[in-house]
């Protein structure tokens, strides 16, 4: 494999005591094939700034951060960078391929590439070939989070019947010219699994449904605060790979999520009648019908299509390597997380040699970047780290 190149190097101050390094370095498209092209990626890394500087201090562990599907925010925005830190620690943050600073793709850019099928080949090189799990059941947990949703917001059950039957009489179209369509409007669900997101789409249907009854319409400041919570837009190769990280062999996608929703009838339920069951969020799956309500995915659609019914991917993990592990791991499992399957979490852990896990029912998903969370999520972690088991 070939070794990155550093193209270059900024290093500069920041408040709290920070030193943070800016860093372009070139890959290779396909390190595997260096003579197709590279590629430019970004980062950044973090590490305490101090004055004298002493040089005789030993080579600091770095700890990686990036992901998932969209670029890294800067190292001082994340609660835990300082907790890492203070463990010593050197904090690296990468931007994957695709995503931020690093060789981003959107439609315009993937458009150099050539036709659709010149795209869906080129995407291929964007793949992080490490998470497994399942759609099926994912969408216990979704369901479970709708309940939950509904059960604190009881009087959203009738105000998004209200939304959804205006949205089936009406053609609204968004400021960024994308369509605000019934399967768009339940996108909301992604937020589902975030820490304190259920408040925020109940604050989105609130504006919504009081728009409904003072109007008549969604005025635009709504209609920019409904476009603002889904990351599509700015971030497509979340949607165009988002199945296809799940593939090793010769399976296909052939739009999964798609396909499974319609075997769970809570999730197909559109009615808008006071009497019936409350109509149900989608979470942070991938439809078709997204390739032509948001604006920046619909020339997108051709290569969505192709990557649907593509074959023969990599195998995603070596086992046997991961059963001979000698590297420390430290993880965390959430037993109530909408995005990853708790039972496969706990399964992909055990086999990996080594590994010692924190398990909880008190956090989700994006504990790790949650600002009142992340420091106890570490505290947990480096416990594991520096204790001992009898």
């Given at each position: 494999m070939s070794a990155a190149q550093l193209l270059e190097k900024r290093t500069h101050q920041v408040p709290g005591k920070l030193l943070i390094s800016e860093y372009f370095f070139e890959v290779p498209l396909d390190h595997e094939n260096p003579q197709h092209g590279t590629l430019k990626l970004f980062a950044r890394s973090a590490e305490r700034f101090e004055k004298?500087?002493?040089?005789?201090?030993?080579?600091?562990?770095?700890?990686?951060?990036?992901?998932?599907?969209?670029?890294?925010?800067?190292?001082?925005?994340?609660?835990?960078?300082?907790?890492?830190?203070?463990?010593?620690?050197?904090?690296?943050?990468?931007?994957?391929?695709?995503?931020?600073?690093?060789?981003?793709?959107?439609?315009?850019?993937?458009?150099?590439q050539g036709g659709p099928e010149e795209q869906a080949h080129y995407l291929r090189h964007f793949l992080a070939d490490s998470i497994v799990l399942t759609v099926s059941g994912m969408s216990v947990k979704l369901a479970e989070r709708n309940r939950a949703y509904?059960?604190?917001?009881?009087?959203?059950?009738?105000?998004?019947?209200?939304?959804?039957?205006?949205?089936?009489?009406?053609?609204?179209?968004?400021p960024s010219d994308g369509t605000l369509s019934i399967a768009r409007f339940r996108e909301l669900g992604i937020h589902f699994g975030f820490h304190g997101h259920i408040d925020v789409v109940h604050d989105t249907i609130l504006r919504m449904a009081s728009d409904l009854d003072n109007f008549g319409y969604f005025t635009r400041p709504t209609l920019r605060q409904f476009e603002g919570l889904l990351p599509f837009d700015t971030a497509p190769l979340y949607a165009l790979l988002n199945e296809l990280i799940y593939l090793q062999g010769n399976n296909?996608?052939?739009?999964?999520?798609?396909?499974?929703?319609?075997?769970?009838?809570?999730?197909?339920?559109?009615?808008?009648?006071?009497?019936?069951?409350?109509?149900?969020?989608?979470?942070?799956?991938?439809?078709?019908?997204?390739?032509?309500?948001?604006?920046?995915?619909?020339?997108?659609?051709?290569?969505?299509?192709?990557?649907?019914?593509?074959?023969?991917?990599?195998?995603?993990?070596?086992?046997?390597?991961?059963a001979n592990n000698t590297v420390p791991v430290y993880a965390s499992a959430y037993m109530d997380d909408m995005y990853v399957s708790f039972d496969f979490a706990l399964a992909t852990a055990k086999k990996i040699r080594g590994c010692k896990y924190f398990v909880t029912n008190t956090m989700y998903h994006d504990a790790v970047s949650h600002a009142g969370r992340s420091e106890e999520l570490f505290n947990q972690l480096f416990q594991l780290r520096d204790d001992c088991l009898d």
């Open positions: 004298p500087v002493d040089s005789s201090k030993p080579d600091i562990e770095q700890l990686p951060w990036c992901g998932p599907g969209m670029g890294c925010k800067a190292p001082q925005n994340y609660g835990w960078t300082d907790k890492a830190l203070s463990k010593g620690y050197q904090v690296l943050f990468l931007d994957q391929r695709g995503t931020g600073l690093s060789s981003t793709i959107t439609a315009q850019t993937l458009a150099k509904y059960g604190k917001y009881t009087e959203d059950v009738q105000r998004v019947k209200n939304i959804v039957h205006y949205l089936q009489t009406k053609d609204v179209k968004l296909v996608s052939n739009w999964s999520a798609d396909r499974v929703m319609k075997e769970h009838p809570e999730f197909m339920n559109l009615s808008t009648s006071h009497d019936d069951d409350p109509i149900y969020f989608t979470g942070e799956m991938i439809y078709p019908s997204m390739f032509t309500t948001h604006s920046e995915l619909r020339p997108l659609a051709p290569i969505a299509s192709i990557l649907s019914q593509m074959s023969d991917w990599p195998t995603l993990y070596d086992e046997t390597q991961l």
